[in-house]
């Protein structure tokens, strides 16, 4: 009896936990009507006036430690600002690959937010997903002056010429340098390497086996290739870099990408560079401790890399490296980060006018200061840069003068405005992929026939996602 | 679970029965024993309401989700027959997933059970402090997954970590724990197993612990002692709690997500994407939300850890002595 028992509650058990994992692909969806407008229009000022109670703008975002804190001020004085007529709850909802997978959740819910945060690369979906409503209606309908936010870092978020979305956090990759490291291998940390050539002939100085220290690092991250095709003024997707019309293929198994996995891999079989992986923490924590002399971070690291060699090394940063010899006239940078979109499908006008509001708010000069100096990330208004926290923090990280003068040293290109792209999170993932199995094989001919079949391994998202946008 | 405070309350139990049954019988058993019946559906309510929402509803819509495609949002969209599932299946990709799920769960469950045997077999050496040595053998049980993968994580960065800095004091090369595709499972099966051994000690030394003292002395009085004892005494009657192990390590394995996802993120080069891991890789990861092919992978989930749990009680049990 006591057998069958113990066996019935195992079974039982088993049974319980098998069906459980069919929910792992399972999304609820429930029946929801829309709650107001089904339209993606800008509503003007008087959407608010007629208010009775205050509008409550849900608002999503990826942020996390210091730069939530930073959130939470913001929101907060825009909330005293409009007590009684608005209020924005700011919603964390993971990291930006979790927000976006909690979005498309909330559309086929007919439950989205009123405004949220999406990475760079999920632009391209935020306008295919015909949820919201763009932000140039507003600037138009307003007459706002958006001549102050930041031509490169808003020209990401220009499709046809017009402004998508509001940009709000903007970070770009430099190359971070161990200042110690380079003076005890006889090296001048102000004068850094430019290209990758460069980093090879510095690294093989730097590298010191016996004392564990490597001459370069970085995390395998594709947004790092990206970045080194547009310093090459090359596009990254077809189609103008998906800025003309859909993108139906990816170039990063061309010369460029190629040319990054070969040097790659050699660097790190001959030891000048160690291989921490894909994850970006991993490489943040062999830098901050000490042994890596030279490490591709985005400037969102800044404060962080500096706080942790405190007492142990002095950190420099140096403008983010070409591809090759000194990059292409129209090459550069392109400006990472996020920005803000505004729900319309399935919100009323009033909620959609708070939501505009708020956005104005978050990138008015004081507030981008408040921002800035809060969390590494570039001020999206030009005019952040002269309010005075602001300038005291320039002073007291001068490091971040380099970040600026890339910023505007860049001139907004199709290169440098990065790709367009539906399926972008799953591109970088496979260029990834490419670019790890290069390296891990140890040997740098394999580096076109990986990327290529990574750049093949695309074929069928593109086709699926295009299909889907056009039916 | 002793033998001797089973025995007085399954003693309990009957005497109470009997002696409902017998108050029952003169008056009238038939509408009682209806009641009762009626009492017990309405118990099990609560428990079907749960089962069918967080169960069979999720199962038939994993099922209507694998016939279809996607549209951009992950919704069904075109009704596809099983095309998903032909997809699936000739693609070498789910192969190569297949098998790193396979080696998983050996590199797991096996290790994982003989592993805590061993410690519980030393344990039972009559020497001082097996108290403690017990307790700091089911520590890591106190752990969450998210917690022991992060510390891992530490320990295995090719650069700083703990592991490569004793190798490197031995003289020996750096290892790529995590980042070489030869050596990721293996080093991913470790924390794994790391992890289970707490709670595989737990259940064991219970299950030693259990074993009669009179049994015991008996066989050392007919002469048993050391691996004779071990195998004709212990092991046979540590079955049950050896055979639970195994079918409930076994599904977990199957089902492990967190130090996957923490320490590798299925790779690198794909050399640690299990099936639970590929699912959230289709259905989730990185923008995609191909829920088509996720929800096919699903079915062939849940054909595995059905069928692992068949064969399980099907074979194993009848080697299972009670």
Same mark, same amino acid.
């Given at each position: 009896m006591r057998s069958g028992k113990f066996r019935r509650r195992l079974a039982a058990r088993a049974l319980v936990g098998a069906a459980a994992l069919a929910l792992t692909a399972t999304m609820a969806a429930c029946g929801g009507s829309d709650s107001g407008g089904n339209s993606t229009d800008a509503p003007g000022a008087d959407a608010l006036k007629n208010v009775k109670s205050p509008v409550t703008v849900e608002f999503w975002h990826s942020m996390k430690g210091a730069n939530v804190a930073a959130l939470k001020q913001i929101v907060n004085k825009f909330n005293a600002a409009h007590k009684g007529k608005i209020v924005v709850k700011p919603v964390f909802v993971g990291e930006y690959d979790d927000a976006i997978a909690k979005y498309k959740t909330a559309v086929q819910q007919k439950n989205t937010p009123e405004l949220i945060?999406?990475?760079?690369?999920?632009?391209?979906?935020?306008?295919?997903s015909k949820q919201t409503v763009p932000m140039y209606k507003f600037i138009d309908k307003d007459k706002w002056d958006s001549s102050a936010i930041e031509p490169n870092i808003a020209s990401y978020y220009q499709f046809d010429g017009k402004q998508w979305s509001m940009p709000f956090n903007s970070s770009m990759p430099l190359l971070y340098i161990n200042k110690d490291l380079f003076k005890k291998a006889g090296l001048d940390p102000n004068k850094p390497p430019e290209n990758l050539d460069e980093i090879e002939a510095y690294a093989k100085k730097l590298t010191n086996k016996k004392k564990n220290i490597v001459g370069f690092n970085a995390a395998i991250y594709g947004w790092y290739l990206e970045q080194l095709m547009a310093t090459n003024g090359d596009q990254y997707c077809n189609d103008s870099n998906g800025r003309k019309g859909l993108a139906t293929k990816v170039n990063f198994d061309g010369p460029d990408g190629v040319k990054l996995a070969q040097w790659w891999t050699s660097m790190v079989k001959k030891g000048y560079a160690?291989?921490?992986?894909?994850?970006?923490?991993?490489?943040?924590?062999?830098?901050?401790?000490?042994?890596?002399?030279?490490e591709l971070e985005s400037t969102g690291e800044l404060r962080d890399f500096i706080n942790s060699a405190k007492g142990k090394f002095s950190v420099a940063a140096a403008p983010f490296p070409r591809l090759t010899g000194s990059g292409a006239p129209d090459g550069g940078t392109i400006i990472g980060g996020a920005s803000l979109w505004i729900d319309g499908i399935g919100?009323?006008?009033?909620?959609?006018?708070?939501?505009?509001?708020?956005?104005?708010?978050?990138?008015?000069?004081?507030?981008?200061?408040?921002?800035?100096?809060?969390?590494?990330?570039?001020?999206?208004?030009?005019?952040?840069l002269d309010e005075p926290t602001d300038k005291a923090w320039v002073k007291q990280y001068p490091q971040f003068s380099v970040a600026v003068q890339q910023l505007h040293s860049t001139k907004p290109s199709t290169a440098t405005s990065g790709c367009a792209l539906g399926v972008m999170p799953q591109a970088r993932q496979a260029a990834e992929e490419g670019l790890e199995k290069t390296i891990t094989s140890g040997d740098p001919s394999t580096a076109a026939a990986n990327m290529k079949a990574s750049a093949d391994s695309l074929a069928k998202p593109i086709t699926d996602y295009n299909k889907a946008v056009k039916k | 679970m002793t033998a001797q405070t089973r025995g007085p309350a399954e003693a309990a139990d009957r005497g109470t029965a009997t002696d409902a049954s017998r108050a029952d019988r003169p008056a009238r058993p038939t509408p009682r024993h209806g009641r009762d019946h009626a009492l017990a559906y309405l118990f099990l309510v609560p428990s079907t309401i749960v089962f069918a929402l967080f169960v069979v509803w999720p199962l038939g819509d994993s099922v209507y989700l694998s016939l279809h495609g996607s549209d951009l949002f992950g919704g069904a969209s075109v009704f596809v027959g099983l095309d998903n599932?032909?997809? %699936?299946?000739? +693609?070498?990709?789910?192969?190569?997933?297949?098998?790193?799920?396979?080696?998983?769960?050996?590199?797991?469950?096996?290790?994982?059970?003989?592993?805590?045997?061993?410690?519980?077999?030393?344990?039972?050496?009559?020497?001082?402090?097996?108290? !403690?040595?017990?307790?700091?053998?089911?520590?890591?049980?106190a752990f969450s997954v998210a917690t022991a993968s992060v510390i891992f994580s530490?320990?295995?960065?090719?650069q700083i970590g703990l592991a490569n800095g004793i190798l490197g004091f031995l003289g020996i090369g750096k290892v790529g724990w995590t980042t070489d595709p030869h050596v990721a499972m293996f080093a991913l099966a470790l924390t794994t197993v790391w992890m289970n051994l707490g709670y595989n000690v737990l259940v064991l030394s219970a299950g030693v612990g259990s074993i009669p003292a009179e049994v015991m002395e008996a066989a050392r009085l007919d002469g048993a002692s050391g691996l004779k004892l071990v195998r004709r005494i212990i092991l046979p009657l540590l079955s049950p709690q050896l055979f639970f192990l195994v079918v409930v390590t076994t599904i977990q394995s199957?089902? +492990?997500?967190g130090q996957i996802h923490i320490l590798t993120k299925g790779g690198p080069d794909g050399s640690t994407t299990t099936l639970v891991y590929s699912i959230y890789k289709k259905a989730f990861a990185f923008g995609s939300s191909d829920f088509g092919t996720a929800s096919a992978q699903a %079915?062939?989930?849940?054909?595995?850890?059905?069928?692992?749990?068949?064969? #399980?009680?099907? !074979?194993? #049990?009848?080697?299972?002595?009670y």
């Open positions: 945060q999406v990475y760079d690369i999920g632009s391209r979906f935020m306008i295919d160690s291989n921490t992986g894909r994850t970006t923490d991993a490489a943040q924590q062999a830098f901050k401790s000490g042994t890596v002399a030279m919100h009323t006008d009033a909620q959609k006018r708070a939501s505009w509001e708020f956005v104005k708010f978050a990138s008015s000069p004081a507030i981008q200061a408040l921002w800035h100096t809060g969390t590494g990330y570039f001020p999206v208004n030009s005019k952040a | 599932y032909r997809d %699936m299946f000739t +693609s070498a990709e789910f192969g190569k997933v297949l098998l790193n799920t396979l080696e998983f769960v050996l590199l797991t469950v096996i290790p994982g059970v003989l592993g805590a045997l061993v410690v519980v077999l030393l344990l039972e050496a009559q020497i001082r402090g097996t108290r !403690v040595l017990r307790t700091a053998f089911a520590l890591p049980f530490v320990i295995y960065n090719y199957l089902q +492990s997500f %079915m062939v989930l849940l054909v595995i850890v059905l069928a692992c749990t068949g064969i #399980q009680f099907g !074979v194993l #049990q009848r080697k299972v002595h």
